[in-house]
C-alpha cells in the first residue's frame, strides 16, 4: 500500500505529546485523588480538604492573593496598552518590545534581581511578605496582562470613535461607551492569563521568603511527605476551580474573543 | 510517586567501559566525595606526608583494588539530593551496591530488610586492608554499637563516612552567645525577621522540641542521671500528639518571627548581613565561617544547652544490588575501608568540608595532623587555649594548641567540646503513624488557618462576592438588552 500523506498527520507529534505528558498523568491524578492509602475507591480526600480549616485558608489566601495581584496588573496594564496602541509614534512596536523584553530572561533570576532591590527599599525583605509577594507576582504577570489588552485596542475600528465623536460624543464617553466595551475581550484573557498562574506560583513567595503556602506549595508538601492522594486531591479541585473560571470568562465573551492571548 | 524520580542520575553518572569486571554501583550525595583535580598549591603538607587529590577517589579506588586483589573494578558513581530521594529511587527500581544514606534513612532500610550485614572478615582488626574498624573513632564505633534495630546492632549494617551536629550560627557582632543558647532563641521577637530555621520537617521539630521541653532537658537532676543518654534520647524522639500539638505552636511562633525557611539560602544571608542567627548544620556552618572570612567577617557558631542533633551518614550495601555475589561484596567492603583509609578521609574532608568518622591512628595520624594543620595555633599567636579532642581521637594526647578564638568558631563546628557531645542525641525514624502527625503538623504551621481570619476579613470578602455577582449579572443583563 502506497503511503498517503495528509495533513492531519501533522498533528501526530503533538496528540502524541499530549496523551504522554498530559493525559496520562492526569488519569493517575484522578486515580490518586480518588482512592486511599489501601487503593479502594473514597471520597475521604475530598472531605478532608474541605473540613480542614488549614486548606480552606490556603484556598482563601491564594484567591486573594491572587485577586489583588490581578488588579493591581490590570490597574498598570490598561493605560500603558492605551499609550502604547494610541500613540502616534512610529517606534510604538520597539515599546512593545520594551515590555516584551523581560520576558526573555529567566523570571528566578529577575526574582533574585527584585529580591535585592526590594531589600534595599525595605530594608528588610520579611517584614511584608504579602506585599512582596504581590510585587513578585506582578512583576512576572505584568507583560502577560499588557499584550492581549494591547492586541484587543490595536485592531480597534478607529472609525468608530470618530463615529462617537461625531454623534457628540466626549473623550470620556467614547472611552466608556466604544473602546472599554470593545477591548473586554483582550481584559478578560489578561485576567485569566494572570488570575490562575498566580494561585499556584510558589516559587515567587519562597524566594521572597513569604512562608505561607499558597496551593502550588500545599500540592507539593503533601507530594514531599507521601501523601499522593490527599495531594492530588488538591490538584484535581484547583483544575476544577479554573474549569470554572474559564467557562465562566468564555460564557461571557463567546466568539469575541479572536486571539485575544499572547502576541 | 511518578513525579519525583530519578533526577539527579545522569548529572553525575559515568559511562561505563569494562565488560569482564566487577561494576560496583555506588550512589552517594551531591558533592560528597573529593573528585580530585586540586592546584598543588592545595597540597595539604602533613608530617606524614604531603596530601593531593590528582584523581576522583573513586579512581583511586580502583586503581588501589587491582594493586592489591588483582581484581578489575568499575566503579558507576552517581548522586542523590535528599534520603528520601534516594529511597524513591530505590522503591522505584534504581540498583545500586553500595549507597550513603543518613542515620534515620539507614534504620528504615534496616528495618524494612534492604540491607545486607557487612562479612566477618569486615569487623577483622587484624587483616591489612581493614582500615575502617582500625581507624573509626571510638566515640562513632560506640554510637553505631549502642542503637540497635530489631535486635541487631547499626554496627552490623553501616559504616560511618561523614558526622555532625546541629547548633546555631550567628554573627557575634549583633548577637551574644547567650541570646543563642537556647532553642527557644527560634521564636525570640528580639530576632524579629533577623533569625532563619532550616524548611525541612526533622530539622525544624527537633530544635522544637528541645525548646518545648527545655525546662526539664536544662535540670540538673535530669542531666546528672546515670542513663541520661538513654534517657535524651526517648525525651527528644517524642512523637505523642501532645507534644507534637505543642511543636505546632511553636513552629508558628517561629514563623512570625523568623526571616525565612531556607533550604540553601541562610549561608548567604549571613554573610551579606541580611540575618545575624541561623540554625545550621556544623558543616555547612564551617563553609559559612570560611566564606565569611573571605569578606573579613567572623561569625561564630554554638550549641544551644538544651541538646543538639547528631547525626552521621553512613555506607550500607543493598541485598538487591550485591544480589549474593561475593565478589562483588568484598568490593564494596574494600571500597569503605579505602575510603575510610586515613589519608583518603583526609582528602574527602578537605573537598567536602564536613568531618569524617574516621579518627586515625592505627594507620596513619593524617586526621589529627590535618585538624592541627587547618586549626593549630602559629608560633606567634598570643592568645592560645588548649582544645581537647582525647574523646574523638580515643587518646589522651589529642590536646591541640588552638587560638582561643577557634573555640567558637570553625574547630568548635567541627569537632564540639565533649560536653556538648555529652547532650546530642540522634533523632530516630519514625514509625508511619508518627510521621504522618509531624508531617501533617509542619504542613499546618505553613498554612493560613482560615479560623484566624478576623471579622473584617470576611466582610470585605462578602462584598467582593457580592460586587462580583452584581457585576457579572449586570453584564448579562445589558446583553439581553443589546440583542
Redesign the interface.
Known amino acids: 500500500m502506497k503511503y498517503r500523506f495528509s495533513r492531519k498527520q501533522l498533528a501526530i507529534p503533538y496528540a502524541l505529546f499530549l496523551l504522554v505528558f498530559v493525559a496520562a ?1 492526569l488519569v ?1 491524578i484522578v486515580y490518586y485523588a480518588l482512592t486511599g492509602s489501601d487503593g479502594t475507591p473514597t471520597a475521604d480526600n475530598f472531605i478532608r480538604f474541605f473540613s480542614d ?6 484556598l ?2 491564594s484567591l ?1 492573593l491572587a ?1 489583588v495581584t490581578t488588579c493591581v496588573c490590570l490597574l498598570i496594564a490598561y493605560p500603558v496598552a492605551y499609550a502604547l496602541a494610541f500613540s502616534r509614534l512610529k517606534a510604538s512596536s520597539v515599546l512593545v518590545m520594551l515590555f516584551i523584553m523581560p520576558m526573555w530572561i529567566n523570571f528566578t533570576l529577575r526574582l533574585t534581581a527584585l529580591k535585592e532591590i526590594l ?1 534595599l527599599i525595605e530594608g ?4 511584608h511578605p504579602f506585599l512582596n509577594s504581590v510585587i513578585g507576582m506582578t512583576y512576572d504577570f505584568l507583560p502577560f496582562m499588557i499584550l492581549p489588552i494591547y492586541n484587543q485596542l490595536e485592531r480597534l475600528d478607529k472609525s468608530l470613535l470618530e463615529a462617537a465623536k461625531d454623534l457628540g460624543a466626549g473623550d470620556a464617553q467614547s472611552f466608556i461607551k466604544v473602546t472599554l466595551p470593545l477591548s473586554m475581550p483582550g481584559v478578560v484573557s489578561g485576567i485569566a492569563m494572570v488570575f490562575l498562574p498566580a494561585m499556584t506560583n510558589y516559587v515567587v513567595l519562597d524566594m521572597l ?1 513569604n ?3 499558597i496551593m502550588g ?2 500540592i507539593g ?8 492522594h490527599g495531594g492530588s486531591m488538591i490538584s484535581l479541585i484547583l483544575l476544577a476551580l479554573i474549569c470554572i473560571f474559564t467557562l ?1 470568562t468564555k460564557s ?1 465573551e463567546g466568539q469575541k474573543t479572536r486571539g485575544g492571548s499572547l502576541v | 510517586m511518578l513525579l519525583t524520580g530519578s533526577v539527579l542520575l545522569s548529572s553525575c553518572g559515568r559511562e561505563e567501559e569494562d565488560n569482564d569486571a566487577i561494576v560496583l554501583r555506588v550512589c552517594n550525595w551531591e558533592e560528597y566525595m573529593d573528585l580530585g583535580d586540586w592546584d598543588e598549591e592545595e597540597t595539604i603538607d602533613l608530617e606524614s606526608g604531603d596530601i593531593l587529590g590528582v584523581n576522583p577517589l573513586y579512581e583511586d579506588f580502583e586503581e588501589w583494588y587491582y594493586e592489591n586483589y588483582g581484581v578489575k573494578v568499575k566503579v558507576e558513581y552517581s548522586c542523590f539530593g535528599t534520603n528520601e530521594e534516594l529511597y524513591n529511587m530505590l522503591t522505584l527500581g534504581d540498583e545500586f551496591d553500595l549507597v550513603c544514606p543518613s542515620e534515620y534513612m539507614i534504620m528504615k532500610l534496616m528495618t524494612e530488610d534492604w540491607l545486607v550485614p557487612y562479612s566477618d572478615g569486615f569487623h577483622d582488626e587484624e587483616a591489612e586492608n581493614n582500615y575502617y574498624v582500625r581507624n573509626v573513632s571510638p566515640f562513632i564505633k560506640e554510637k553505631f554499637d549502642g542503637h540497635e534495630i530489631n535486635g541487631e546492632s547499626w554496627s552490623e549494617y553501616a559504616a560511618g563516612y561523614m558526622w555532625g551536629v546541629t547548633g546555631m550560627l550567628y554573627n557575634p557582632d549583633e548577637v551574644d552567645e547567650e541570646q543563642v543558647n537556647s532553642w527557644d532563641c527560634l521564636r525570640d521577637p528580639a530576632f524579629y525577621r533577623r533569625i532563619t530555621i532550616k524548611d525541612n520537617v526533622r530539622d525544624a521539630y527537633f530544635p522544637a522540641v528541645a525548646a518545648i521541653k527545655r525546662d526539664k532537658l536544662t535540670d540538673a537532676a535530669f542531666t546528672s542521671g546515670d542513663d541520661y543518654a538513654q534517657q535524651l534520647e526517648a525525651e527528644m524522639n517524642d512523637t505523642s500528639e501532645e507534644t507534637v500539638e505543642a511543636a505546632l505552636e511553636f513552629l508558628q511562633d517561629t514563623k512570625d518571627v523568623a526571616y525565612s525557611f531556607e533550604t540553601d539560602s541562610g549561608k548567604a544571608d549571613m554573610v551579606t548581613g541580611k540575618v545575624v542567627a541561623n540554625l545550621q548544620w556544623s558543616g555547612d556552618a564551617v563553609y559559612a565561617m570560611d566564606q565569611a572570612e573571605e569578606d573579613d567577617m567572623y561569625l561564630a557558631y554554638s550549641v544551644p544547652e538544651e541538646c543538639t542533633n547528631l547525626w552521621f551518614d553512613g555506607w550500607v550495601m543493598l541485598k538487591r544490588g550485591i544480589n549474593g555475589d561475593p565478589g562483588k561484596q568484598a568490593a564494596a567492603e574494600a571500597f569503605v575501608n579505602f575510603m575510610s583509609r586515613p589519608d583518603n578521609a583526609v582528602r574527602n574532608m578537605y573537598y567536602i568540608g564536613y568531618t569524617s568518622t574516621i579518627a586515625g591512628g592505627t594507620d596513619g595520624d593524617e586526621v589529627y595532623e590535618y585538624v592541627e594543620w587547618t586549626y593549630g595555633a602559629e608560633d606567634d599567636e598570643e592568645d592560645i587555649s588548649e582544645y581537647d579532642l582525647g574523646w574523638f581521637f580515643g587518646d589522651e594526647e589529642a590536646v591541640l594548641e588552638a587560638p582561643t578564638e577557634q573555640l567558637s568558631r570553625q574547630l568548635f563546628a567541627q569537632y564540639p567540646p565533649e560536653e556538648v557531645m555529652d547532650r546530642s542525641s540522634i533523632m530516630q525514624y519514625f514509625d508511619t503513624e508518627a510521621n504522618a502527625r509531624i508531617n501533617r503538623m509542619w504542613i499546618n504551621v505553613r498554612c493560613y488557618n482560615i479560623r484566624k481570619m478576623p471579622v473584617w476579613g470576611w466582610c470585605i470578602i462578602a462584598v467582593i462576592l457580592l460586587g462580583a455577582a452584581g457585576g457579572f449579572a449586570l453584564s448579562r443583563r445589558k446583553k439581553n438588552y443589546e440583542l
Open positions: 498523568p493517575v480549616p488549614n486548606t480552606l485558608g490556603t482563601l489566601y486573594i485577586l531589600t528588610n525583605l520579611a517584614f521568603y512562608s505561607t503556602y506549595s500545599l508538601s503533601y507530594f514531599a511527605a507521601y501523601d499522593w465562566l461571557d
